[in-house]
């Protein structure tokens, strides 16, 4: 068989007068619809009308055209089924062998701040879905396009051979209904969330990819990597990348986790990760300072890992981030003076986050979802932040004012941390960081060593409850001054009555913060 007809209606007109120029030009037929129509008959490309194909006018400001007999029996019919021919040569109905359609641009449209609800309906299409899933099931005789980056592959088998290979429609018949489902579920996200229903009986998710990657967390594991259509600024996924290598699989995850923890901080603060944890925190009056810290936190761990922060880095942090090997450097931006410091260093990733607007405390939570073997778990992200209006003070001793900034410091970055998770702090840095323990006294242990002889004044920070009162006794052996802990547990009193013991301050959250 070969294309004859075609009938072409697109809300995005790139390269569409293009296409079509070529299309006429090997002899096939086109019918188009409002704006597309006036467009190709302008360009002086020979086209019909919609309503000279269905005998019906444009009705109800265009929202019914194509939702016709003459346009879905010319898609639907099968052309080798003799009942199906004669019923077309019965009626005077004729075959469509092409369809290119996109969509109204729903995203677009409510991807506006300040878009009204009736504008967002408004630009749910109807027609547009139902011709593109009419042709797409009849794909073994009709060719359907909805996106333009196909536009030049269907014309050079038209042109070399009249038709598109079967193969070729099965793949655009794919893509048509991975882009219906995707339109669909943005629709369907839209109208829950106006409806409040944030876990519904049916969740769908739709994501655009960015880019294949070279592999996953091993060689051996296929990767990409996919972005939400609507994602928010200030995430790894809008980033814009000034210098190096392409981001691997690793490099994204270890970025997302440094970013959520620079996010805890107003102040100039600067996260060093690595395999997802934080090696190193530090805030100070300005980025270098916080650099600094987060560098003395851990300078054995920071080499090969990621750094985030939350303020412009210039010239002299890009000093100082220069002299070791780091994967990933992603800020807010770079001075023109950084860059060319960093950017001598060829594999190192800089990555431009832009501006951070939104406090820590008015973060509002997103939707997680992690698969599981036949399933997923979705849940809401964690950015429930603290002040001190929300501890309960549970010792003799209560903190001094440096105790209370210092735990109010470490219960921000081991909310990050993998459970079992312990962290010490101290002059606004990380000492030391205990992760991922079977048990919370190994985690403590872990932590305790690596900050070595500055345990000494320090403050302790504990994702969840002790379930005895070993952890606090080896805090007291070590020096620590204060505890932060949810509480909760049966033996609270035992915890307690350990820091009472050992003249350390223990505030209690009521807020657990487990990241397996």
């Known amino acids: 068989m070969a294309i004859r007809r075609a009938l072409i209606s697109v809300s995005d007109k790139t390269g569409i007068v293009e296409f079509s120029r070529e299309l006429a030009s090997q002899g096939v037929e086109i019918i188009s619809t409002g704006g597309t129509f006036s467009l190709l008959e302008k360009e002086g490309i020979p086209v019909i009308g919609i309503s000279d194909v269905t005998g019906f006018p444009e009705i109800l400001d265009g929202r019914v055209k194509t939702l016709h007999p003459a346009v879905h029996s010319g898609l639907l019919a099968v052309r080798d089924d003799a009942e199906h021919q004669k019923v077309m040569e019965e009626l005077g109905l004729s075959y469509i062998d092409l369809v290119v359609v996109n969509l109204y641009p729903f995203k677009q449209t409510i991807a506006k701040p300040d878009v009204e609800y009736a504008d967002a309906i408004e630009n749910i299409d109807i027609g547009g879905p139902t011709m593109l899933r009419s042709a797409a ?16 592959a269907v014309l050079e088998e038209v042109k070399a051979g009249g038709d598109t290979t079967l193969e070729t429609r099965k793949r655009l018949t794919a893509k048509v209904f991975r ?53 928010s600024a200030g995430n790894i996924t809008t980033a814009e990348q000034l210098h190096g290598k392409e981001l691997s699989y690793n490099n994204i995850n270890d970025a997302n986790a440094a970013l959520a923890i620079v996010k805890e901080f107003d102040e100039p603060a600067v996260v060093a990760v690595k395999h997802m944890n934080p090696c190193g925190v530090g805030t100070g009056a300005d980025i270098h300072e916080a650099y600094q810290k987060a560098y003395a936190a851990d300078p ?17 942090t890009a000093e100082l981030l220069g002299q070791i090997f780091l994967e990933i450097i992603i800020a807010p931006d770079f001075t023109p003076e950084a860059l060319d410091i960093l950017t001598k260093k060829k594999n190192i990733r800089l990555m431009k986050l832009g501006e951070l607007s939104v406090a820590a405390a008015d973060r509002k939570p997103e939707l997680l979802v992690t698969t599981v073997d036949g399933g997923m778990l979705v849940q809401e992200s964690d950015v429930r932040s603290l002040t001190e209006a929300d501890l309960q003070f549970v010792t003799d001793r209560k903190p001094t004012e440096e105790e209370l900034k210092q735990l109010l410091f470490g219960w921000k970055v081991v909310k990050h941390v993998k459970s079992n998770a312990i962290l010490l702090a101290k002059n606004n840095m990380t000492i030391g960081v205990g992760a991922g323990q079977m048990n919370r006294v190994g985690a403590a242990r872990i932590a305790i060593e690596q900050a070595g002889a500055e345990s000494a004044g320090a403050v302790l920070a504990s994702d969840a409850f002790f379930p005895m009162g070993d952890t606090v ?6 020096g620590i001054t204060a505890i932060i802990q949810t509480g909760g547990s049966i033996k609270d009193a035992e915890s307690i009555a350990a820091a009472n013991a050992n003249n350390i301050a223990m505030v209690l959250t009521g807020v657990r913060h487990f990241k397996h």
Request: no cysteine; net charge negative.
């Open 137 to 152: 099931k009849n794909h073994a005789f009709v060719t359907v396009v909805v996106d333009a980056a196909d536009y030049a």
């Open 179 to 231: 882009h219906t489902a995707a339109y669909d579920t943005l629709i369907a996200e839209y109208l829950s969330k106006q409806t409040g229903e944030e876990l519904p009986e049916s969740y769908t998710v739709t994501y655009e990819k960015v880019q294949d990657l070279r592999y996953g967390e091993n060689p051996h594991q296929k990767a990409a990597f996919y972005s939400k259509p609507l994602a």
């Open 300 to 316: 054995t761990s920071i080499f090969g890992g990621i750094v985030a922060a939350n303020r412009v880095i210039g010239a002299d």
């Open 473 to 478: 006794e080896l805090a007291a052996k070590a």
